[in-house]
């Protein structure tokens, strides 16, 4: 066995989940990250993905996979940056356990994240949302489904990926109770209204 493999193994199971206890969307995209890399490296090697060692990720192969998602799969910037974040974690938390490979990942943690332009966020008016919720006709199913979609999303927030995966055990009936959101811990649980506020959870009105 190589020593990227239990690296790996140790750094989403001890180090993500229980010492940083971070939530399950990070996890998550760290752990796309890190197979679209060891996919990539193993196409570029020849060498099979359980095969890969931590001498194989080098930094010129990690700078042509930030290139290649970019250039053939069409991520934008910030999505290399984040791929970046997770493969800067992982090598982090390498270094204290394979000194023997402390110049490789010395040079992977140089390389920098791209910089590109934050696109300025705007937020609906009063006026605008009130338009939008009432534009569905609530006199009929479709009408109705559709005026509590956008209900939920003026009022919590939520990303329209965690509003399609919201589950009937998501839903806590009751005076101001919140929708739970897949993948988020309760006590991270936040409300956030249209205009960005800090609430992550809050109660939808019927």
Do not use: C
């Amino acid at each position: 066995m190589t020593a990227l493999a239990p690296t790996l193994q140790a750094f989403f199971t001890e180090r993500l989940s229980r010492q940083l206890d971070a939530s399950p969307h990070t996890i998550d995209s760290y752990r796309h990250a890190w197979r679209l890399l060891l996919r990539f490296a193993s196409q570029r090697t020849g060498i099979k993905p359980a095969d890969l060692d931590i001498s194989s990720i080098t930094a010129p192969l990690i700078s042509d996979f930030l290139d290649d998602l970019e250039d053939r799969r069409k991520s934008t910037p910030a999505t290399r940056n984040v791929r970046l974040a997770a493969i800067h974690s992982l090598f982090t938390f390498a270094a204290p356990l394979h000194p023997e490979h402390a110049h490789l990942i010395a040079q992977v943690l140089a390389i920098p994240a791209k910089r590109h332009d934050t696109p300025l966020i705007s937020y609906l008016t009063d006026d605008e949302i009130t338009a939008l919720l009432t534009a569905p006709d609530r006199g009929n199913w479709t009408g109705r489904r559709d005026h509590l979609m956008l209900l939920i999303l003026a009022t919590t927030g939520l990303r329209v990926s965690e509003l399609t995966a919201l589950t009937n055990a998501d839903v806590q009936l009751g005076v101001g109770a919140p929708p739970r959101l897949p993948g988020q811990r309760p006590e991270r649980a936040e409300h956030s209204d249209a205009r960005g506020g800090r609430h992550r959870t809050g109660g939808v009105a019927a």
